[in-house]
């Protein structure tokens, strides 16, 4: 999960940097199809041809369209809104995904994780601000996203456990890839990218190949209730990404709130853990 966060955040700031060169939809679509290519030839190389009809698997096309709406929401936000803040409100999904194993699943979650869960919510509230203009309404996608990936990484289980990867991943892309089709022809006219803004979206292709492969392995291997807090390690990347890249500083209110979202995602990890430790305490 801490791999996934990284590679999807270098992806996310290379899209932010090309957004100068070139408009919003026609970039996911560069970005998808370098991705689908990639994601292809691996498939090809392993051997695993003869899954390509399980793409369309429809918790796989599911997956793929929520996360295209939180990819759009995110996007779109990413060419007003600093990297880190955008993230750290998007760093609700973890508390969204624990939220959503309860209410649908019915895993125990306790009161602890309740309190600590809405502290976060506040926190991610704090570094939107709402009500503060034009930028505020833009960081409000960050809540969409986090809604509509937490609702993608709920999914994850019920795909079946002998899937690829590699086809998990194909189909998050194609959907991403379309979704940038459908948007360059209905909204934008399209525009040559210079070679700079070419390379960087081959890059960020690569990259969401990557973190996409990596955060499906992530929720397949654990649970959910273990695995997404550690999607936290986003802020960190991200406001990494905003310093040295983008010069990007985020404001007094929004860094005590990305310290309430980490802090709260990071006392659910001690929690889970202490809770496991005093159960296998018993067993013995």
């Not at 929520?66 to 998007?90: G, Q």
């Not at 960050?142 to 994850?156: C, M, P, V």
């Not at 005590?256 to 159960?279: C, E, S, Y």
Request: glycine share 8%.
């Amino acid at each position: 999960m801490v791999m996934a966060m990284g590679t999807l955040v270098t992806s996310d700031s290379c899209v932010k940097l090309a957004l100068a060169n070139a408009p919003l939809f026609q970039l996911m679509l560069i970005r998808g199809l370098v991705a689908v290519v990639i994601c292809l030839g691996l498939i090809l190389a392993m051997g695993q041809a003869g899954q390509l009809p399980r793409t369309f698997n429809k918790w796989l096309v599911a997956r793929g369209l929520l996360e295209s709406v939180a990819n759009v929401s995110f996007t779109l936000a990413l060419a007003y809104v600093a990297i880190a803040d955008l993230t750290a409100i998007a760093q609700t999904c973890p508390l969204l995904v624990l939220l959503g194993a309860w209410v649908f699943r019915g895993e125990r979650l306790g009161a602890v994780r309740i309190v600590l869960i809405f502290l976060g919510i506040t926190g991610a509230l704090m570094v939107a601000q709402p009500g503060s203009g034009a930028v505020s309404l833009m960081a409000s996608l960050g809540f969409l996203t986090a809604i509509a990936a937490a609702l993608r990484d709920l999914l994850t289980p019920n795909v079946p456990r002998d899937v690829s990867p590699l086809i998990a991943t194909l189909t998050v892309l194609l959907c991403l890839t379309a979704t940038g089709a459908v948007g360059t022809l209905a909204f934008e006219d399209a525009v040559m990218p210079e070679r700079w803004a070419l390379m960087l979206m081959v890059l960020a292709g690569a990259l969401s190949m990557a973190g996409h492969l990596l955060l499906y392995m992530a929720y397949q291997l654990g649970e959910a209730r273990t695995v997404a807090p550690f999607m936290y390690s986003l802020t960190i990347w991200a406001v990494l990404a905003g310093l040295f890249v983008f010069g990007e500083i985020p404001n007094s209110l929004a860094i005590a709130g990305m310290a309430l979202v980490a802090l709260a995602g990071l006392a659910i990890i001690w929690v889970d853990g202490h809770q496991r430790r005093l159960a296998r305490a018993v067993q013995n």
